[in-house]
C-alpha cells in the first residue's frame, strides 16, 4: 500500500457502501417525485373500472393493469439508471476533461504507481462505486428480468474491477473505462425508457 494524502487509499473501498445507501434513498425520492408521474402520464395510468363493466371486460382490464403496474415499475427503474449514467458521463467528461491521460493513453503509465488522485477524480470513482453497489442491492427487489443472473455476475465484476484497480493503484485506466461506460450506458437506457414508455 503506497501511503501520502493523495493516493489510493484501500480504506476508500468503504466509502461507496455508505454512499450506496444514500443512493437508494435518493433513488427511491426520484421514482416517487418524477418517473412514477413520467410513467403515468406517458399512458401507463391503470384503467379504471366502472360498476357496468362486464365480467369479461373487467377481467381484462385487471390483466391490461397488472402489465400496466409492471411496466411502469420497469420504466421507474430504467428512468432512474438512464438518469444516474447521464448524470455520471457529464461528471467524468468535467471531471476528466484536463487529464492527460485522456487524450493519451500512454500517460496511463507514467510514473506507475505514484499516481495521485485530485479530489474530482476520487468523488467520480467513489460514486461510480456507490452506483454499482446500488444497483447490486436494489436488483434483489425490482421486477425480476429474464438477465438477472447475466447483471448480478456483470455487478460483481464490475465492482470487483473498479476495487481491483483503485487498491492497485490503475485508476487512471479505470476512470477511461467508466467515462466510455457510461457514455454507452445512458443511450441503452434511454433506449429502454421509450420502449416501456
Known amino acids: ?50 360498476k357496468e363493466d362486464s365480467n369479461i371486460y373487467r377481467k381484462a382490464k385487471e390483466a391490461i393493469n397488472e402489465r400496466r403496474k409492471i411496466q411502469t415499475a420497469k420504466f421507474c427503474e430504467t428512468g432512474w439508471r438512464w438518469l444516474f449514467y447521464l448524470a455520471a458521463h457529464i461528471g467524468g467528461l468535467l471531471c476528466l476533461y484536463d487529464k492527460s491521460w485522456i487524450w493519451k493513453t500512454s500517460h496511463c503509465w507514467y510514473n506507475y504507481p505514484f499516481h495521485q488522485i485530485d479530489t474530482g477524480l476520487w ?20 421486477v425480476k428480468r429474464k438477465d438477472f443472473w447475466q447483471m448480478f455476475v456483470h455487478h460483481v465484476a464490475t465492482l470487483s474491477l473498479l476495487m481491483f484497480s483503485w487498491a492497485n493503484h490503475m485508476h487512471r485506466m479505470g476512470s477511461m473505462v467508466l467515462l466510455i461506460h457510461d457514455f454507452s450506458d445512458h443511450w441503452l437506457e434511454l433506449a429502454k425508457l421509450a420502449k416501456y414508455g
Open 1 to 50: 500500500q503506497l501511503q501520502g494524502d493523495n493516493m489510493a487509499q484501500i480504506q476508500d473501498l468503504f466509502y461507496p457502501l455508505i454512499f450506496s445507501i444514500i443512493l437508494i434513498g435518493i433513488r427511491e425520492v426520484l421514482i416517487w417525485l418524477v418517473f412514477k408521474p413520467w410513467a403515468l402520464h406517458t399512458g401507463l395510468a391503470p384503467l379504471p373500472f366502472s
Open 123 to 142: 468523488w467520480y470513482y467513489m460514486l461510480e462505486m456507490a452506483l454499482y453497489w446500488c444497483l447490486f442491492f436494489t436488483q434483489f427487489s425490482d
